[in-house]
């Protein structure tokens, strides 16, 4: 019986063709990306710590001052006491949410702020401020109201240049409809609505109802200016009125489309 023949004798188990590198090539790279992927591996854990310690741990990347922009009655000194950034911690950890409700909160007469980091080891705060669009009277003192009805602040002295809210809605006609919380808000509508020019004449907004809201102007004018509806038009006809008749003491804008001035 023949034996086998040398290409029979020479070939190993598992490789058709008889070359044994065939059969040992796939373990051959196994073998060489074990290394490289746990060269990989490392390098990973090691590109992760380093950047968690320059975020957290270095000297380099740590809160080293606050800067202020925005105040106008508020200083920044008190502002930035009341955010209460924390001087050298990691700038990363810096709660800037935390720090705006805490301003908000603290700070009424903030209407907005943002908290930014500013790297490398700053904080900024821009603050916005709200400014008054009427005044209330009570107790000898003046609160400060802004343009959306918010009641920010109280003044022993009215500040300049803002007028003052008379409620007298004590008629049935003003209270049984109309709380004054409601009329409150009406009058501070008409006040974001006077034209500039007006606004900045206007001594005070007299509310008797939803609808007999009327303004007191420097040297004895007056203004009926009705609701608060149409405020847009109202302004127009203002100022057409204010143009066409400078020498009347007494407008009538509630109905836009028929505005009307008398008096002397």
């Given at each position: 019986m023949a034996g086998p023949t040398t290409a029979e004798h020479g070939a190993r188990p598992g490789s058709e063709s008889g070359h044994p590198e065939e059969a040992d090539g796939?373990?051959?790279?196994?073998?060489?990306?074990?290394?490289?992927?746990?060269?990989?591996?490392?390098?990973?854990?090691?590109?992760?710590?380093?950047?968690i310690w320059l975020l957290y741990g270095s000297p380099w990347l740590r809160v080293g001052g606050v800067s202020t922009t925005g105040t106008e009655v508020l200083t920044a000194s008190r502002v930035?006491?009341?955010?209460?950034?924390?001087?050298?911690?990691?700038?990363?950890?810096?709660?800037?949410?935390?720090?705006?409700?805490?301003?908000?909160?603290?700070?009424?007469?903030?209407?907005?702020?943002?908290?930014?980091?500013?790297?490398p080891n700053g904080v900024r705060l821009e603050v916005v401020e709200r400014k008054p669009a009427l005044l209330i009277k009570e107790n000898g003192?003046?609160?400060?109201?802004?343009?959306?009805?918010?009641?920010?602040?109280?003044?022993?002295?009215?500040?300049?240049?803002?007028?003052?809210?008379?409620?007298?809605?004590?008629?049935?006609?003003?209270?049984?409809?109309f709380p004054a919380a409601r009329l409150?808000?009406?009058?501070?509508?008409?006040?974001?609505?006077?034209?500039?020019?007006?606004?900045?004449?206007?001594?005070?907004?007299?509310?008797?109802?939803?609808?007999?809201?009327s303004l007191e102007l420097t040297g004895g004018r007056t203004v009926m200016w009705g609701s608060g509806e149409d405020g847009p038009a109202k302004a127009r006809a203002l100022?057409?009125?204010?143009?066409?008749?400078?020498?009347?003491?007494?407008?009538?804008v509630s109905a836009p489309t028929a505005p009307a001035a008398a008096g002397s």
């Open positions: 796939p373990r051959r790279r196994f073998r060489l990306a074990r290394p490289r992927r746990l060269i990989a591996l490392i390098a990973a854990v090691l590109l992760a710590a380093g950047v930035e006491s009341v955010a209460a950034v924390p001087l050298g911690a990691p700038l990363i950890s810096v709660d800037t949410d935390a720090i705006e409700a805490r301003l908000r909160r603290e700070l009424p007469r903030i209407d907005r702020v943002e908290v930014d980091r500013s790297w003192k003046f609160i400060e109201m802004d343009v959306k009805g918010v009641r920010f602040a109280t003044a022993d002295q009215a500040p300049k240049g803002v007028p003052l809210l008379e409620l007298t809605a004590g008629q049935p006609a003003g209270t049984q409809r409150t808000l009406e009058a501070v509508r008409v006040r974001g609505e006077l034209p500039a020019a007006v606004a900045k004449d206007t001594k005070a907004v007299r509310v008797r109802s939803y609808d007999s809201i100022t057409a009125l204010l143009k066409a008749a400078p020498k009347a003491g007494h407008f009538d």
